[in-house]
Each structure stands twice: as C-alpha cells, then as structure tokens.
C-alpha cells in the first residue's frame, strides 16, 4: 500500500515569509509525528497527534511554528515568519498508534529559508 | 523530558568485523528502544526495536541487548557490509508514544 507521503519534497522561501508543509499519513495510522533534521544532525521531535487526541506540541521551538492534523489523517506544519535557522529538513511519520510501535517515515520537505 | 545520548557519533570499521552503537536514556518510564537506519539521502527505516520486558533480541547480523537498571541499550551489527554503511539512530518511547526521542546518530562507514 501507500506509504507515508510529504509535499513540497523541496521549498525555498523568503525569510520572513510563511510556509505550509503537508504530511499524508498511511491510511489508518493513528498516530502522526513531526521531527526537524538539520544538515548532519539527529531527529528533533517537534509534535504528536494521537487521533483526536490533544497535539503534544512540547517540541515546537517557537510560536512560530504550529500544526494541524484534520479529520485524524492529512497534517500540515505552518512555520511563520520563517527564518534562516528553520533551514532543515521536516519529516512527518505515522504509526499505528503512540507507543511502542514501528514509525513510518515520509520522504520530507526540504527547506531552505534566503 | 527524555534525554537519550548515542555514541560514538561516526565509527568505521573494516568490512566482515562487529560495529557496537550504545545509547543512554534518562527516563524510567520508556518502555520502548527502536533503531532506525538511515541511508544518504533517504528517510529512515526501522532495523529492529526492543520492548523494556525482553534483554536481547536478534535478527540475522542484527542484534539489539538491553539494560533497564542501567538505562541504556546498545545495537551491534556482526560481518558488516559496505552496505551497512550508514547512519543509524536509537531512541526511546514512554508507554502512551508522547515522548519519542531519537538519539543524535550514529555515523558508521564500512570499509571493504
């Protein structure tokens, strides 16, 4: 079946500008993570929709940066008034459910804030 | 919240030896410690995980052991390949999934 799905794979933006990254999940996992890769580094956890849950967003960096997942399934990361540190690239994976279950990685969105 | 520390943070090796990547957490309450591969370029994949009720596991070359009083796990690989040449991430998990933290990573090349 399909897998985990992110659009734009690549997206160059002004600083200061805003920008929307979409995550499509695998039909019927419940559980949605967004993480931030920097050039060379780990995975930095950013948020975590649970089906209807409450978002843990104890990740988000800034106010800058929100999420939002509709309908249990497509989840879009809004970054405002981006700036050059936003640099990096954003994956989104899905599991079954929290826990101890196996994510499922998206391709991500590479960002590059000018 | 979690802290989960990784070492070493690049290791190469000569192909057909043992590759040994420990992690460290801090929080009593995860209960889950995946491994993820990630190859240049690609997205990271699952290679074996383990739940806090079992002390190893093995798959093939593979192997994951597991120490809870001591709050750290360690992944060895046996008869690396050129293949195997990649970064590989740990991480832990609280029970409910809310906090998933991955380790910085860990650089290993395989010389052939």
């Known amino acids: 079946g399909a897998g985990v799905s992110q659009s734009p794979s690549n997206k160059v933006t002004e600083k200061g500008k805003d920008v929307e990254l979409r995550c499509d999940p695998i039909?019927?996992?419940?559980?949605l993570y967004w993480y931030r890769q920097s050039l060379g580094q780990g995975l930095e956890f950013l948020i975590y929709?649970?089906?209807?849950?409450?978002?843990?967003k104890s990740g988000l960096p800034s106010d800058r940066f929100s999420a939002e997942r509709t309908g249990g399934s497509v989840s879009t990361l809004t970054i405002q008034r981006t700036q050059q540190e936003d640099s990096a690239v954003y994956l989104c994976?899905?599991?079954?459910?929290?826990?101890?279950?196996?994510?499922?990685f998206g391709p991500g969105t590479r960002l590059t804030v000018t | 919240g979690e802290n989960v520390e990784q070492h070493p943070s690049t290791l190469s090796v000569q192909e057909g030896d043992s590759a040994v990547i420990k992690c460290t957490y801090s929080?009593?309450?995860?209960?889950?410690f995946p491994w993820y591969k990630q190859e240049l370029g690609k997205r990271p994949q699952l290679i074996i995980d383990?739940?806090?009720?079992?002390g190893e596991k093995k798959d093939q070359r593979i192997a994951v052991t597991l120490n809870k009083t001591a709050k750290h796990f360690s992944l060895h690989i046996t008869e690396t390949q050129p293949e195997d040449s990649a970064v590989y991430f740990c991480?832990?998990?609280?029970?409910?999934?809310?906090?998933?933290?991955f380790g910085t990573g860990t650089s290993l090349t395989v010389i052939p």
């Open positions: 994976a899905s599991s079954f459910t929290g826990g101890a279950y196996e994510q499922y």
């Open positions: 039909s019927g996992h419940t559980a």
């Open positions: 929709f649970q089906g209807n849950s409450a978002p843990d």
């Open positions: 929080d009593s309450a995860s209960n889950y």
């Open positions: 383990i739940r806090s009720n079992v």
């Open positions: 991480a832990a998990s609280t029970p409910t999934g809310n906090q998933f933290y």
